[in-house]
DNA sequence: GGAAGTAGTTACCCATAAGTGCGTAGGTAT
DNA sequence: ATACCTACGCACTTATGGGTAACTACTTCC
């Protein structure tokens, strides 16, 4: 056939756009924000322990213990990415044992902020989002109607 | 032994702390947002097909060709989830072969206001991350020193 | 002398997101 | 008559992020 499938354009396609999604800045953005413990470590280190409060350093160990729950490895990874990125800085001081700080670079407090309009907007959309959702799901229950073709019932 | 170790003691913190995560709003918006063409279905819709412009309705098939490369389950899963959370709203009319349109409800609108803040972020310190980025590889290239402890080099 | 704390690293496993391929119902164009 | 359009749904496979376990090297405490 001259033309090719609709499945062969679209790999073509997904081809170049995946190498603008790469060099995309905001879909950068959110794939270093979306992992598990990126925000988490940003907030301990931006609003305190007590995600209240001033930026402050901290150490590796006081950031395990507030992040309860995460493994070192996860906790190495996260801080090595962010501090490549340059939004947090490490300082290690030749103590009696090792000790090392992290601490946001203006960079990371700008972030920070910003990530903190998010999470306003979840805060005060959360009870709508959940009323939509509430009711979407009780419709899609009482109204098993499928939406395209396809009801295959019994493949045989 | 009467003290658990290190890693049952953050065995169950992580109980909890993912129940904490499971109902923080911030990280289910994140979640949600995270989605691989959320955020570009959200622009599509609420800047139009070039990201410049006014919101407008968009039908499915146009959606696909928009967004090029995503495949057709991708984009009803998408679509899917930001209908039941509100965000859009799908309205099928019953034309010669059926026609869906898709359109940012209000509360979509807000999100993708609040979205376009972060990628506001992104591009105007997109330098600056690659800059610092750039330089931490650098460093690392050239002073190989590993962080802890740990160099297996030969494990017999 | 063994445990625990300091700050990590490496190898491996698994659950989930994303992608592939095929099906559908009714109508139209060739 | 057959192929394709509309807008999807389902089953299967793959890639990747996150989690587990075990290790390092040094010191102090019991």
Redesign the pocket.
Known sequence: ?ATRT??QR??EA?AEYNAFLAACPSQQLLARVS??WVTLVLSALGSGPDCDGDPRPM???ELGRVLAG?????L?QTL?SLERDGLIS?TATAT?????TYELTDLGLSLHQTVRQLKRWSETHQDEVAAHRAAFDAARGEDPV?????Q?EAVP
Request: charged share 25%.
């Open positions: 056939m609709a499945a679209r790999a997904r992992g598990k150490r590796y160990s995460v493994s070192p490895k996860m190495s090595r490490r009696v044992p090792v000790t090392v499928p939406r395209g073709g396809a295959p």
